[in-house]
């Protein structure tokens, strides 16, 4: 799994699976016609200017050389102090394995090393599987807002960063399974890496003991850390620097 920018190759990518996406969740309480309008609001030829905005962020993500999702953000605020996560879709032949929430928390990630200093979530109201989604990753609901789909008006319920731990740290936690084992991911203990950053990961869902650290690159825990603490991936490379007391240091 792989997560990047995206570029203006990945445009037809990006409308086909918000097209899929928003026709596999939101049926129930779209009409085809607004879904029409959604897609062509958002994703037709202002998509251009979004892609080479500054305060704007596509990412998507690639599973086996195929893009199965994107995720859309903006920086806001004098200076930028503020991260919206507008949307996030998945392609419904990929909402397994995790994709989603690895996009969540890269897109997370990237807006709060562009300067923000909160993260806000936006979904509709009435999206029940995406209100949960967010729930169930270290959000809460902290109020509501109006957006505007075609000639229509709906409510998209707002929400902010809640479940921190002890250590101030976000507390986001995937059971994943790696090369057989059951592992629960934190996202919130990350290492900065090369490629990707290193999550730490338990055996139980208690955090009680760390077990290996995974490689956000690749989604392996076949890796290792040396005396000085660098941590190297055995599958795609990807490394973590010494930490600050490594002798070259000094």
């Not at 607004?34 to 998507?60: C, K, M, N, P």
């Not at 109201?125 to 957006?147: I, L, S």
């Not at 319920?157 to 809640?162: K, S, T």
């Amino acid at each position: 799994m792989e997560i990047r920018e995206a570029t203006d190759a990945d445009v037809e990518a990006i409308r086909s699976i918000a097209h899929d996406s928003l026709n596999s969740t939101y049926t129930a309480f779209l009409e085809e016609a607004t879904i029409d309008d959604a897609i062509e609001q958002w994703y037709g030829d202002s998509i251009a200017d979004e892609l080479a905005d500054d305060r704007s962020l596509f990412l998507v993500v690639e599973r086996d050389g195929e893009i199965a999702g994107f995720s859309q953000s903006e920086l806001v605020g004098q200076p930028a102090t503020i991260g919206h996560l507008l949307w996030l879709h998945v392609h419904p032949d990929h909402r397994d394995g995790g994709t989603g929430v690895r996009l969540l928390v890269r897109t997370r990630e990237r807006l709060l090393e562009e300067g923000a200093t909160g993260i806000q979530c936006f979904v509709l109201a009435d999206n029940e599987g995406g209100n949960e989604f967010y729930r169930n990753h270290g959000f809460e609901q902290a109020g509501q807002r109006e957006v505007e789909i075609g000639d229509e008006t709906f409510t998209e319920n707002v929400y902010i960063e809640c479940d921190l731990d002890d250590d101030g740290e976000w507390g986001a936690i995937d059971e994943l399974t790696v090369d057989g084992e059951t592992i629960y991911v934190s996202y919130g203990e990350a290492a900065r890496g090369s490629r990707s950053p290193f999550y730490t990961a338990y055996k139980s869902e208690d955090r009680h003991d760390q077990y290996a650290w995974f490689c956000g690159n690749c989604d392996s825990i076949d890796n290792a850390m040396d005396a000085m603490g660098r941590i190297e991936c055995n599958n795609c490379g990807n490394r973590r620097k010494a930490t600050r007391w490594d002798s070259s240091y000094l």
